[in-house]
């Protein structure tokens, strides 16, 4: 289990029933993760390691070396407790009433303030229901306490004391020296937080909230708003060290410490200690995240070997967004199985009756049963049993063009991926792609129909220019490399092709082309007739729900040719 799928689990794990609300979005270009919200629900922002050639990754600013074990594990872990911290935020945090907080003119403080009362809140949750989850957020905390520049570097008094909470209620201690008055503020902001119940009532969060920032705003203004390496950043923060050296000998008393903040047995907190020192779990997690860029990153060398000929910038996978695609797949469950439904009917298989639901297409009764809008499947005729094997390229266009149909067009796409997990057998027979100026790989065809790749489609975005001539190019190079016997190319655009001087002298000329090399050809207008003006084997769409009619036509015109 690597990064992806472990955050899925964690989130169904806690978050129970509510989880289709959380979206999860992986980045491996943040600092630090963070907490947003889209119509539904939070928004986790989660950071996973960059590769940095063959050993080394960049991963919250750091530079480690995966062959070092101890870098494994502060990575992992660091994943694993930022998951858990955000994840159980989304559970349970509410903070929509603490715009009552009276006085808050310094946003910053108040942001902090906030952040200090919920985290506090979490923790005695951890405490009393969520036990296993400690030694994970413990060992964040040490690294994060060790990483962390003591207060003597803090540029003002506002942000020393509000450096000194995040040591003193994470780790037991103050990095650094503070002033009487200040140390006796922090001691009494750490007391009041240590005595908050996990299901405090608001106003008693709000009084909190409220002593918190009135302690701190008479230091001044901080610039920034200090967070830990795992928790919820709130903007610009400076607080660490970047080069410092990570070694277990120099964490694991800072680890223990941290979890004796818990006030957990000491047999939980040799468990814990346990559970880091072994290494286990972080191996096999970084070794299968490894496995899987390696994967990623050899179909990535074949498209960018097959596209030299053409103007795309990149070659690039999209951002994985699993929750956007079950949003989608939920609002069109019901065409899509009337897609499948009619489509499944040109499978050649055998049937009992004259009339079948299956076996050769009877053209003329098809095209009556559709202008009639009938319920009618019976318009096959029996024939001995074939197997037409087929491959399909689904490509989609991603240009700024189309940002206004963003979900149209990325439900076209989930219509169409459906269809074909259910018609072609072979999972490797079809591929799915998106473009603008650069080239995304949705699905490869070495790649079975997986969550990764829902999570794709999910995750598809606009932006960029419309290199449609040089899309079709590369999905069709890809596509003359598979054995099968049928190849169809379906086109999802509004054709109207952008970036360069005779792009669409381009077009009609490189899809006259590929039509000779025995690929069909079928397109997807998305609220645009000017596919007509390339493709004969066309249907425009305004909506992913007129799919079902259109497409229909379009298929069952293309195969009776």
């Known amino acids: ?43 986790l922002h989660l950071i996973k390691p960059r590769k940095l050639g063959r050993d080394h990754v960049m991963f919250q600013g750091m530079r480690l070396n995966l062959r070092i074990p101890f870098h494994k594990k502060v990575v992992w872990h660091l994943f694993k407790a930022a998951t858990y911290h955000l994840t159980l935020h989304a559970a349970f945090s509410d903070f929509s009433f603490y715009w009552k907080l009276p006085r808050t003119e310094n946003l910053n403080v108040a942001a902090y303030a906030v952040s200090l009362v919920e985290d506090a809140a979490l923790k005695s949750r951890l405490m009393k229901q969520h036990s296993a989850l400690i030694p994970d957020i413990a060992f964040a905390n040490a690294v994060s306490h060790f990483l962390l520049k003591p207060v003597s570097e803090m540029p003002n008094d506002a942000s020393k004391i509000m450096t000194a909470l995040l040591s003193k209620l994470n780790i037991g201690e103050i990095k650094g020296k503070l002033d009487g008055d200040m140390e006796k503020d922090v001691k009494e902001i750490e007391a009041s937080l240590q ?25 001044g203004e901080p610039f920034e708003v200090p967070s830990l390496l795992y928790t919820e950043s709130h903007g610009r923060n400076t607080r ?46 970084l070794r299968t995240w490894e496995e899987l860029e390696a994967s990623k990153q050899k179909i990535l060398a074949q498209y960018a070997a097959i596209g030299k000929g053409t103007l795309f910038e990149d070659f690039a996978f999209p951002i994985e ?55 009618r499947t019976d318009i096959f005729v029996r024939e001995e049993l074939q197997t037409r094997q087929d491959t399909w390229s689904i490509l989609i266009d991603a240009s700024h063009s189309l940002s ?64 449609l001539p040089d899309a079709v190019k590369l999905a069709s190079q890809a596509l003359m490399k598979r054995l099968e016997e049928a190849k169809v190319l379906v086109i999802i655009s509004d054709f109207f092709p952008s970036g360069y001087e005779n792009i669409e002298d381009d077009l009609k000329e490189t899809l006259k082309k590929i039509e000779r090399m025995g690929i069909g050809v079928i397109g997807i207008g998305i609220r645009s007739k000017a596919v007509k003006k ?24 293309f195969s009776s040719t």
């Open 321 to 375: 967004d699993y929750a956007q695609y079950l949003r989608r797949r939920k609002m069109l469950g019901s065409s899509i199985r009337r897609i499948m439904h009619k489509l499944r009917l040109l499978k050649n298989v055998t049937g009992e009756d004259f009339r079948q639901e299956s076996g050769f297409i009877d053209l003329q009764e098809a095209i009556q049963v559709i202008a009639s809008k009938s319920q």
């Open 404 to 467: 206004l149909f963003k979900g149209e067009v990325s439900g076209v796409a989930l219509c169409l991926a459906e269809v074909a997990k259910t018609l072609i057998l072979n999972q490797n027979s079809w591929g799915v792609y998106a473009f603008n100026n650069k080239f995304y790989i949705v699905k490869d065809f070495s790649e079975t129909y997986t969550n990764r790749v829902r999570a794709r489609i999910g995750g598809l975005t606009h932006g960029g220019l419309t290199y």
């Open 534 to 557: 390339y493709l004969r084997a066309s249907c425009v769409v305004r909506t992913p729900f007129e799919l079902m009619k259109k497409f229909t036509k379009a298929f069952i015109e």
């Open 1 to 43: 289990m690597e990064f992806y799928d472990f955050a899925w689990s964690a989130l169904h794990q806690l978050v129970g029933t509510e989880a289709d609300n959380v979206r999860i979005l992986i980045h491996d270009d943040l600092r630090f993760p963070y907490l947003g919200r889209d119509r539904y629900g939070y928004v």
């Open 240 to 285: 660490f060290y970047e080069e410092k050296t990570l070694s277990w000998d120099k964490i694991k008393p800072v680890f223990i410490q941290a979890l004796s903040t818990f006030q957990t047995g000491n047999e939980q907190l040799n468990a814990g200690v346990q559970n880091v020192e072994d290494g286990g779990e972080a191996f096999r997690a």
């Open 195 to 219: 005595n908050l119940d996990a299901d405090a009532e608001k106003h008693v969060k709000l009084e909190a909230a409220h002593q918190i920032y009135e302690k701190i705003t008479r230091y």
